[in-house]
């Protein structure tokens, strides 16, 4: 198809079906045009704030766990609620540095293990000002709780050298009620390492939902209450209800969990909508009464057949008719006299024609 062909021209040379496909298209493309240019939608938005990071005191020092350790954990307590965007972790940049794997658990109810697997990361690796870190994200981000304990379990191993394992920066000799522990899986299981936190940061994300006011229905026919369009936004839950003292919608919007009002937002609305009566149909014209119908004469088999009533000048025209189709008066001796020279005529020749034979 010429690309400067217009859409008509287009559905022009398609067949019958496709044609009915073509022009279904083009009317929902239309009507969401229509949509969407009387009510868009209100996307919610995210403000990253700071979550959980490792504390400043306590000694620096480094942990490069034994190769024969099958995996580490870094014990920590989430201090707020939100929804965990990534947590970064402080790896030593001597090279290689990239280990193998890690995950978050939560250790609700378990005493002496990292718990139950929340969620694996996804794991990437950024130098920064000298210093270099892991990235771990998490996808679908995952909501985290005040007060519960978490564990994020490391595989050192390298990608690169499986038999060595990766180096971490650590505050260690922190105090025994610290919310911070490092532990490690022996063949025995699992067992405390030392009072101590890896160099980390975690990003908490919070989604805040964007309410907008309702519309009112246009172009309503008489005699029907308009209704109320509400908008459309991520994250809310708009209902109405109409007030006929008030006559007006009233709206309300519920911001749905997993997002946040920003104590900005208008949670409630009055549409004014009221019924717009008809205008009254005028009085019809009177129609003049029929013509009453002639009666029907009886006919000599019992049946009657209407006649038309016939007007003076249909009658005189009638007559006139009638006597043009019949010899006048005068014309009757006329006729006759002829009539008579004839046979008198006819009478001499035979006469004559009889003496001439004697």
């Given at each position: 198809m010429n690309s400067n062909s217009s859409p008509v021209q287009a559905a022009r040379t398609l067949p019958p079906r496709s044609f009915v496909a073509f022009a279904a298209i083009l009317l929902l493309a239309a009507l969401l045009t229509a949509f969407t240019s009387v009510h868009s939608a209100h996307a919610a938005y995210?403000?990253?704030?700071?979550?959980?990071?490792?504390?400043?005191?306590?000694?620096?020092?480094?942990?490069?766990?034994?190769?024969?350790?099958?995996?580490?954990?870094?014990?920590?307590t989430q201090d707020t609620d939100g929804s965990l965007s990534e947590i970064r972790l402080q790896v030593n940049d001597s090279l290689p540095y990239e280990f193998t794997s890690a995950a978050l658990h939560d250790r609700t109810g378990v005493a002496d293990a990292p718990g139950n697997l929340v969620a694996e990361a996804t794991l990437d690796f950024e130098t920064e000002g000298g210093e270099t870190w892991a990235v771990l994200t998490f996808a679908p981000r995952l909501a985290v709780t005040?007060?519960?304990?978490?564990?994020?379990?490391?595989?050192?191993?390298?990608?690169?050298?499986?038999?060595?394992?990766?180096?971490?920066?650590?505050?260690?000799?922190?105090?025994?009620?610290?919310?911070?522990?490092?532990?490690?899986?022996?063949p025995a299981g699992w067992s405390f390492f030392s009072s101590a936190a890896?160099?980390?940061?975690?990003?908490?994300?919070?989604?805040?939902?964007?309410t907008a006011a309702p519309a009112l229905e246009q172009?309503?026919?008489?005699?029907?209450?308009?209704?109320?369009?509400?908008?459309?936004s991520e994250g809310v839950l708009y209902a109405s209800t109409y007030d006929d003292v008030a006559k007006a919608w009233n709206v309300t919007a519920e911001i749905q969990p997993g997002f946040l009002d920003d104590g900005a937002q208008t949670l409630s609305w009055s549409v004014l909508a009221e019924?717009?009566?008809?205008?009254?149909?005028?009085?019809?014209?009177?129609?003049?009464?029929?013509?009453?119908?002639p009666e029907v004469?009886?006919?000599?088999?019992?049946?009657g057949t209407a006649q038309k009533p016939v007007t003076q000048q249909q009658a005189t025209a009638q007559l006139a008719k009638t006597g043009a189709d019949r010899p006048s008066a005068g014309a009757l001796p006329l006729a006759a006299g002829l009539g008579l020279i004839t046979l008198a005529a006819a009478a001499f020749g035979l006469r004559k024609l009889t003496r001439a034979s004697a």
């Open positions: 995210e403000s990253d704030r700071p979550g959980v990071s490792s504390p400043t005191g306590g000694s620096n020092a480094s942990w490069k766990p034994a190769p024969e350790l099958p995996l580490i954990a870094q014990f920590f005040a007060g519960t304990e978490y564990a994020i379990v490391i595989d050192p191993h390298l990608v690169s050298d499986p038999g060595n394992t990766v180096s971490f920066p650590i505050r260690g000799f922190l105090p025994s009620n610290s919310p911070f522990e490092a532990w490690h899986e022996r890896i160099v980390m940061t975690s990003t908490l994300v919070d989604t805040y939902a964007e172009n309503v026919p008489c005699g029907v209450l308009p209704g109320v369009i509400p908008a459309v019924v717009v009566p008809c205008a009254p149909n005028p009085d019809p014209e009177p129609k003049p009464d029929p013509e009453p119908k004469a009886p006919q000599p088999d019992g049946t």
